[in-house]
Structures are given as C-alpha cells and as structure tokens.
C-alpha cells in the first residue's frame, strides 16, 4: 500500500499568497484529517471528514483555512491570503473506522515570507 | 482547562535499559488512548491503542499501561536501543469518534 501522499512536501511562498496543499488517503478508509504542526501548539486537528462529508472543522482557525475533499481520493486545504503565521508543518491522515489508528503522510512544511 | 501533558524535557537513557514515558491529562475521559511515534522529518507513526477497560496492552519490547483513576498511562521500551530513538506522543479518542487530541510529545534519545 502506497500510504497516505503528500503534495507539496515543502512550499515557500509570500505573505498574501494563495496556498494549496493536496493528499490522497489510502484506498478504502472513510476518515480524512488535517493537522497542523508548530513547536508551540504542537499537534492539532484543523478539521476531519467522514466519507468525503467535513464533520468537524472546529480547529481551523479562521476564514482564510478552507479543505475540500471533493471524492474519496482527494483533499485540499487552502490557506487564502497567507500569513507568516500560518508557517507550520501539515499534515493529512487517513483511517479505515471510528476510533481506528490514523496513517499519517510525510507533511507539507510551509514557510510564508 | 483540559490538558494533556507529556514530558516535555528530553530522556536520555543508556541502550539496553528500559524507557518509561508518561502521559497524564485533566478533565477528560476518554475512551481510548493511543501512542504514536515520530522521526524528524516524517509523520506520526502508530503504535499501540489502549481502551479505557484494558489496564496493560503489549506489543513486542512495548508495553502501555490505562489508569483511568489517576488520569495517567504510561509507555514502556525495554531492552532499549539507539533506533527506538524519536519523540512519543500519546493521544486520547473519545467513544463514538475519530478525534484525537494529542499531547505534545516526549523526545527520547537512547545512547549506545
């Protein structure tokens, strides 16, 4: 099994940038997660889906973070306009079940000037 | 508040020795509790997942421990070695959903 895959693994880009960040969960598992990771806050679930359907956005922070998962295959999460703050490193995951373990992919480490 | 607190300083332990990790949280009640492992550069790695009704659950050289009275579990390397090298971080779930809170992780460094 491929895993869950990550694209990009590093973006660098400027503040008021639109930023993309792609992953594709493994075939088969029904739960999709964001997180965001930074030393401060450590690691944080932005927001989760349950057979393509958002179920649980309550930790992305504002208006400008938005994740679509448009089929069972895809999400993006969409960072529009960037901010130096939002410099972390994200991460999707993926699990077959409730209350299963969760595969994580490599990241994307994101880097706003 | 509801907090999840691990180690936060580094454990440096002689290889061959056990590591014990400890994972403590306040006003929660979860379900389940999990353990993932994490090498720089890459993403969590699960380990072992504990329910709320298991005291001990093993796993090879690993061992975790669910005491829900003392809000605590605790994580057990033995027979330790430099790859066991990373951070640990526990995780709880709650009954009914896939939502993990993390805790912010222990890093253990295991010398030869």
């Known amino acids: 099994d491929a895993g869950v895959i990550q694209s990009p693994r590093h973006e660098v880009t400027e503040m008021g940038q639109e930023v993309t960040l792609r992953c594709k969960p493994i075939s088969g598992h029904d739960y999709l997660f964001w997180y965001r990771q930074t030393m401060m806050r450590g690691l944080e679930l932005l927001i989760y889906f349950n057979n393509n359907v958002p179920i649980d956005d309550s930790g992305m922070p504002e208006d400008r973070f938005s994740a679509k998962m448009p089929n069972a295959s895809f999400s993006t999460l969409k960072i529009q306009p960037s901010e130096p703050r939002d410099s972390a490193v994200y991460f999707c995951?993926?699990?077959?079940?409730?209350?299963?373990?969760?595969?994580f992919g490599d990241g994307t480490r994101l880097s706003i000037l | 508040s509801q907090k999840i607190e691990q180690n936060s300083e580094a454990l440096n332990i002689q290889e061959g020795k056990t590591a014990t990790l400890t994972c403590n949280y306040t006003n929660y009640s979860p379900a389940y509790l999990q353990w993932y492992r994490q090498d720089p550069g890459r993403g969590p790695v699960f380990l072992l997942l504990?329910?709320?009704?298991?005291k001990e659950k093993r796993k090879e050289r690993l061992k975790v421990t669910f005491d829900t009275t003392l809000k605590q579990s605790l994580f057990h390397i033995t027979a330790s070695q430099p790859a066991d090298s990373a951070t640990y971080l526990c995780?709880?779930?709650?009954?009914?959903?896939?939502?993990?809170?993390f805790g912010a992780g222990t890093r253990l460094a295991v010398h030869p």
């Open positions: 995951a993926s699990s077959p079940t409730t209350v299963q373990p969760q595969h």
């Open positions: 504990i329910r709320e009704n298991e």
């Open positions: 995780a709880l779930s709650f009954g009914g959903y896939n939502k993990l809170i």
